[in-house]
């Protein structure tokens, strides 16, 4: 079991250099889904754990729209739960908004020249676009644009059809393309 | 898709890209011991899961079989009695040919004993081997009735 764990002998790929080249990327997409850091750290430390326990002993082609079927389905447990104690909160008299959690800053503390200060405004125009869609839209252009996954293992990753998968994103492609018209 | 698309798309990747090039330190260390964890998680998971499942396994045995432990002597006893004791009743009721059969095997002389139970009780061996006869005809079944 513990090389199952470490290794997939029928491809060869390591599932560690998988979770690795995969962690931070991950930790973007549920930052922009759930607007709060912490959060999305225990998304990804949960889809990873998950990943290893139940399906380190697939064929390792299949890691990447399963690993991306996790973390939705954590970041929508997250955001889930958010909801119930925002009702809670109400319940108690609070005017806290628990459901979208603490202001959200892209976090990228490290100055550095103009291009990555150019790259960092983009980032913040990306995030707050993706932010404002429709939650399927946004996994959609998320897993299809951004991570390149095919149609096919974009639609495994999201529980739904091909043609959904299509439709998703190109509604999404055409709100940010009005969204970031200052791109252009 | 058209060209506004594709340098959308284009400038969408290298900002998100660029993003997750300049994830902090901490969150990048956070991340590692995250993925670190997940894995010893799974490996000390697949170290205890088989024990557990062992013990599972072998406390399902156990209270399956704890309550007929019990009947074991009590069944056996009157059982082995049975056979040996009433011959002549399995031949003159109901029972099928392959109770006497078995009957016949539980109850046939042990070559080696002959001598001595013929010493002991003549009539016995020749019970003996009636039955064992009998058990070897075809209709030893219905004769007795």
Redesign the interface.
Known sequence: ??GS??TNSSHGQS??AF??GI???A??HAEIALKH?EDA?DA??DA??K???RY?DKPSIEWSPLFWSVLRSRITDIRRRRRVRSVLVGWMGSTNDADEGPVWE?????P?PAH?HS??E??R???TALQALPRRQREAYQLR??EGLDVADTARAMGCSEGSVKTHTSRA?DA??RQ?ED?? | MNANDIETTLRARAAFNASVDSIDADTRRRLRESRLQAQHGAQRRARWIWPAGAALTAALVLVVLLPRTPHVPVATAPTTMTTIAQPAIATTTTRTRGDIASIADITAPDPVNVDAIEAADPDMLSDIEFYGWLAKQPNANASGD
């Open positions: 079991m513990d764990v470490q599932i560690s979770l690795a962690e931070r990327r930790f973007r850091r750290l990804v430390q990873m754990l990943l290893v326990q380190a892209p976090a990228d503390p490290t550095g990555l790259d960092r983009s980032y125009a990306l995030s644009v951004l492609m940010l393309r970031l791109w252009r």
